[in-house]
Structures are given as structure tokens and as C-alpha cells.
């Protein structure tokens, strides 16, 4: 019987992961936890406890007491957040994946652990961005996301840790908040858009980024949990892709629903730079042959779903 851990269950991921989780494992089978106090979301949905990502002892007293079998560990300091603060980014982000890592090889865990195309930089080719390719990221969030990739990889080999990873696009949902990345105006144009008709949009009109709906990037962390280890053919983490667009087109998809909607964009945010070194689209085809991976949600039904659901969640 597996007894699953979510650490960081309160956050963008956490929250809809734990739901899911809990829908195919049983709820007691669940545990959240999070620094933060438990999400609405998750009230009543099975066990949630406080806890700090970094503290090894704390999370190791947990998991004897639990006797947890698979962890999935999200918390992390996500790109922008992380270049205000590029200290914690590294000593959250990092030290968080090191203990955890370290249990699992004495507990024998399975553990999940994301990754991002952050981990791509300036000079990693931007279209159809390969598996492997060249990767020198430019921001402390992308360099810990490729740091913990080798860490993984690492105990994979040395230690034959049962350790799993994609590297998320961005990512897009109605349920929860998300918090700190330079994908993120693809959620807050859907609040602009349906609340004051508007938006008013960090990035350049066509600043193209690899994106996915939430749905699809959650089916994609639990079915890469499931597949047999001899199918997954690298211990890196694997991309992951679904859709591929840019402000003007997002918007262009949000005014067929609402005609009145108008954008408009800044100059001069910080987080036009992040974007400008990581791909426009990924090429996700080891995912696909290795494990199943198929996106479901393209740009038009992501669109329909965001506006239909956060209009009746804003009682709009
Ligand atoms: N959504 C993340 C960010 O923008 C990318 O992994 O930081």
C-alpha cells in the first residue's frame, strides 16, 4: 500500500496534486503539507500537516511516524520571486531536494520532483527545444532546477533512487494562485479579462512560451509515477510539452469570448528578460515514446475552461 507525502500542497501544483492523488490513492492515503496553513482547497479532502521543506528532521520524523512510501516534493522559490531573493531561491530550492534525496535512499522512497524550462538559457536553441541540448540558465531559479536535475540523476545512479521529473511549462489554472513565475501573466490575463475587461501585460506581444493547462500537467505528474522504471530511459527530467503561445495570441483567443477585452503592454519588467532566454516551444517526443505522455488541452478548450470556471469562482 503506498503512503504518499506532498510537500509544498499549498502551493500552484501542490494544492490540485494533492486532489488528484487523493482521488486515485484514498484520501487518508494523502498527506499535504506546506508551510503555509492547509488551502481551502484542500479542507476536508485527508491529513494536512505544517511543515518546513528544508528541516531534515522534522521531515524525516514524519515519514517513520507515516511510514510514507513516495514523496512529491514542490516546494521552490519559482523565476521571478527568485531573482528578488536569489539567496533563498538557492537555499530552498536546494537544500529541500538534498534531504529529501537523502531519505529516500535510506527509506527506500519514490520521489517526485519538478523541474522547469527554466533549466534552458540564451543559448539553448528556442524552437522545438531537444531533450538534450544545451543548458545554461540565466536565472538562479533555472540554475537550481538544473543543479537538482544532475543531483537526481546522480543518486539515480549512484544510489538507484526510484527519483522522477518533468520539466513543466508554464502552467495554467482556475483553481489556484500562482505565484512568482514569468509565466504567470497567462493566468492573470484570464482575472483582467473577465473583471475589468482589460489587461495590462508584463510581456511583449509576442514573447512565445511553452505553456499547459493544469489538468494535463497534473495526469502527466501521476502517470509518470506509475509507468514501469525500465521504460524511463534518463534519470534528467524529462520536457514536457503542450502549447505554445504568445500574449497577442492568448488575447486574440480571450476576445472571441469576451469582444470588448483590450491589452496593452508594459516595457521594462524584469521578467521579459527571463522570458526572452527560455524556448518557445519544446520538443517532448522521449516523453511521449518513453512513457505515453499526450497533451489533451490546446489553446481554444484551456480558454473556454479558464473563462467559464473563474467566472462562476469570481461570482461574476
Ligand atoms: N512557471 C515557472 C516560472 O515562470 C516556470 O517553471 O517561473
Redesign the pocket.
Known sequence: MQKILVIGACGQIGGELTLSLRKIYGGENVIAADIKDEHPMLKGTGPYTTLDATDAEATKALVEKEGVTDIYLLAAL???T?EKNPKLAWDLNMSSLRQILDLGVEKKLKIFWPS???VFGATTPRDNTPQKTIVEPT?M?GVT?YAGELLCQYYANRYGLDIRSVR????ISWKGE?G?????YAVDIFYGALKDKKYSCFLSEDTYLPMMYMDDAIRATTSLMQVPIENMKTHMSYNLSAISFSPKEISEEIKKHIPEFTIEYTENDPRQA?ANGWPKSIDDSAARADWGWKHEFDLSKMTEVMLENLKIKLEL
Do not use: E
Open positions: 519559482l523565476s521571478a527568485g522547469s524550462i527554466a536565472t531559479y532546477k513543466y511549462p508554464g502552467l500562482p512568482g513565475g514569468t509565466t504567470d527571463i
